[in-house]
């Protein structure tokens, strides 16, 4: 079975540019949820997508944003990127079972 | 509002018993989780416990959940090179919203 996959591993972009981030969960999960890691700040919780519909959202500014599809695929955008977006971004899918999450191994976003 | 605490360091000998702490604020918590993140990787599911136990058990892991306090603890017995990782400390309550902490970096000595 495959993991929860996310693209791409690495990104470079400038201040005042956007980006979007993909992440495929496990195959049957359709909880998706996002969250950015920063040293020292651990895990910041964005939001969470099941069936194509948010169900929770942390207290991050409009700029970032997601959206789920059909197939639980989903992603998540954040435009008019500042130097303290940068992170990593780890996305991480939910089944039933005692609602482990399955984190993906991320990507990171570095903003110069 | 919702908080997780954990220390950011912690650093013993192999062969050691590492303890790893935690203090959560959401009483509503239903579960409690410790991940494990190795360099370059994402958050791996260590072990859980009910909010309705005291302690776990899982080979060399013990987890002791004090309810009272909403405090949790981490022991790996025998600590192994292996085991220098990020421990990340979650609670999640009823609308299924997960809450991390910081993350302990736990670094063994050989």
């Known amino acids: 079975k495959a993991g929860v996959t996310q693209t791409p591993r690495y990104l470079i972009k400038t201040r005042g540019q956007q980006v979007t981030l993909s992440c495929s969960p496990i195959?049957?999960?359709?909880?998706v949820s996002w969250y950015q890691q920063t040293p020292g700040q651990g895990l910041q919780f964005l939001f969470e997508?099941?069936?194509?519909?948010?169900?929770n959202k942390g207290n991050f500014p409009g700029r970032f944003s997601g959206r789920q599809f059909s197939n639980s695929r989903s992603e998540m955008n954040v435009s008019t990127l500042e130097l303290g977006d940068s992170a990593l971004y780890l996305c991480?899918?939910?089944?039933?079972?005692?609602?482990?999450?399955?984190f993906g191994s991320g990507t990171q976003l570095s903003v110069l | 509002g919702e908080d997780v605490e954990q220390s950011l360091f912690l650093s013993v000998r192999e062969g050691d018993s590492s303890v790893i702490n935690c203090t959560y604020t959401?009483?509503?918590?239903?579960?409690l989780y410790w991940y494990k993140q190795e360099p370059g990787a994402g958050l791996q599911l260590l072990t859980y416990?009910?909010?309705?136990?005291d302690m776990k058990q899982d080979q060399r892991l013990t987890v002791l959940l004090n309810k009272k306090d909403k405090h949790l603890s981490l022991r790996i017995a025998d600590t192994q090179t292996g085991d220098s990782a990020i421990y990340f400390c979650?609670?999640?309550?009823?609308?299924?919203?997960?809450?991390f902490g910081t993350g302990t970096r736990l670094k063994v000595l050989a």
């Open positions: 195959s049957g999960h359709r909880s």
């Open positions: 416990i009910f909010s309705n136990m």
């Open positions: 997508y099941f069936s194509e519909t948010q169900r």
């Open positions: 979650a609670e999640r309550g009823g609308t299924y919203k997960y809450i």
């Open positions: 959401d009483s509503s918590s239903t579960y």
């Open positions: 991480a899918s939910s089944g039933y079972s005692v609602s482990e999450l399955f």
